[in-house]
């Protein structure tokens, strides 16, 4: 150490323990589980999985289930789109008492709700809401929405406990109301990692309305399921393919949106 330099810090033994007890938990959980890897590298099993890869092969290509596909594909992407709206809509009315604008019980109050709302799986949302709904893309949609909700919430609040007070408090000591401080002094500054959350979002509620299709909720999740179910495993084929370049295309816009909102 030199001289007239002040001695360096204790080390902190938090980080290695918290380490060493992470790893202590990975290992608990390969001794804890029956894994099977022989079974799974077995010759029958390598040999079944081929055979099971090779009906997939080759895709059905008839125009009329092209067509339906399509559709199908829209009715995906509007689930998405739709119920990702209705998140952000949602997100922002709790964000605003989750942020502690309006004091600190509405500030607990709303946590805990976007705890719950986030922390139930759209799979389960829409198993719940189907009875409500019913079949079809509508129960879906909001499934989407409402975990989305909670998750959009929760960040949108912490954006804007995050964002500097000086702007907002200035316009309020000059006389501007608290709503029109908020638009023009807090919300500009938050506004671009709440749209790159929102676009994030949107990218994951693509694939999650392609799975709830699995319990009912429309788009090509159900026609998966029907067509796995009847082993038409070149239809089912056609389907996961358009899951694959539905999901694609999305990635790359939302990529490409975010680039230009960094700019």
């Not at 139930?120 to 975990?147: D, K, Q, S, Y």
Request: glycine share 8%.
């Amino acid at each position: 150490m030199k001289p007239g330099l002040p001695p360096p810090p204790p080390r902190s033994i938090g980080t290695p323990l918290l380490m060493l007890l992470l790893l202590a938990l990975v290992v608990a959980s390969f001794a804890s589980l029956d894994l099977q890897w022989a079974a799974f590298f077995a010759p029958d099993a390598l040999t079944s999985a081929r055979e099971f890869l090779a009906g997939f092969t080759p895709p059905e290509t008839a125009p009329a289930f092209v067509a339906r596909t399509l559709g199908a594909l829209w009715e995906t992407l509007a689930m998405s789109l739709v119920g990702t709206l209705l998140a952000v809509i949602g997100g922002l009315l709790l964000a605003l008492p989750g942020s502690g604008r309006f004091g600190a019980v509405a500030r607990g109050v709303t946590r805990v709700l976007l705890n719950v709302l986030r922390s139930i799986p759209e799979l389960v949302w829409a198993a719940l809401l189907l009875v409500a709904a019913g079949l079809g893309p509508f129960a879906g949609t909001l499934a989407l929405a409402a975990h989305t909700a909670g998750v959009l919430g929760r960040l949108f609040a912490d954006a804007l406990e995050n964002v500097a007070p000086q702007p907002e408090a200035a316009l309020r000591d000059n006389g501007a109301a608290p709503l029109a401080a908020f638009l023009y002094a807090t919300l500009p500054q938050a506004l671009p990692q709440m749209l790159s959350y929102t676009l994030y979002r949107w990218e994951n509620n693509i694939r999650a309305a392609a799975v709830l299709g699995v319990v009912g909720a429309g788009g090509l999740g159900q026609m998966l399921k029907y067509h796995l179910s009847l082993f038409q495993m070149q239809s089912a084929a056609t389907v996961v393919i358009a899951m694959l370049l539905l999901v694609a295309a999305v990635d790359g816009a939302s990529f490409a949106l975010r680039r230009a909102l960094t700019r």
